[in-house]
């Protein structure tokens, strides 16, 4: 829910301002990654949104099939999602 309405006029400049806040860490901890040659050049957004799509659908996975996550899947996915991140 809050994916679909975060760009639309019913959440506020105060709480987008907010998300994005809370996103900070992130977004340095990519650039970081970045400087240092183990994340690939690609642009920050999109490699943040490559990496919270996964673990969003991962977690809708379970949530939706009411199962939870065994760790093997979670360390699959967590490979998965570092081979399109690595550089």
Known sequence: FVEQCYRSPFISERIKRQTEQMLLPLFDLIERGKKEGLIKLFDTVLLLTYMVG?????????????EDLKKET??????????????
């Open 74 to 87: 979670i360390e699959s996915a967590f490979l998965l999602c570092w081979d399109g991140l690595k550089s």
């Open 54 to 66: 996964s673990i969003t659908e991962l977690v809708n996975l379970s949530k939706y099939s009411g």
